[in-house]
């Protein structure tokens, strides 16, 4: 079982930030992508970043790019979401996925949702203006 653990959504002003973070229980030995996807009200889950287990490649989709920043300490088997300067269109339940297998994949595999094996619970992300 690979169970995947959020926190640090809620509230905030336009202009603010907030961490997000996906706490994983995983075998030891275990490797794996992680990313986030997000689903605002009335929308299809969209991509949002995406980060290789040894973290030397990330990816961002272009809106939130300059803004976010994905990173994840291997060693507390636990990845990150720092969000600044957020925008109302930020608002949306987050969700943190693990992908195990990712020996083989391109940089076009990471922004798949479909390829990710778990999901975490989401989290809700509320920016007012």
């Known amino acids: 079982q690979v169970q995947l653990v959020e926190s640090g959504g809620g509230w905030v002003q336009a202009g603010g930030s907030l961490r997000l973070s996906c706490a994983a229980s995983?075998?030891?030995?275990?490797?794996?992508?992680m990313g986030w996807f997000r689903q605002a009200p009335g929308k299809e889950r969209e991509f949002v970043a995406a980060i290789s287990w040894s973290g030397g490649s990330t990816y961002y989709r272009d809106s939130v790019k300059g803004r976010f920043t994905i990173s994840r300490d291997n060693a507390k088997n636990t990845g990150f979401l720092q969000m600044n300067s957020l925008k109302p269109e930020d608002t949306a339940v987050y969700y943190c996925a693990a992908a195990l297998a990712t020996q083989y994949w391109s940089s076009i595999h990471y922004r798949l949702e479909y390829k990710y094996d778990y999901w975490g619970q989401g989290t809700q992300v509320t920016v007012s203006s």
């Open positions: 995983v075998r030891t030995s275990s490797t794996y992508a």
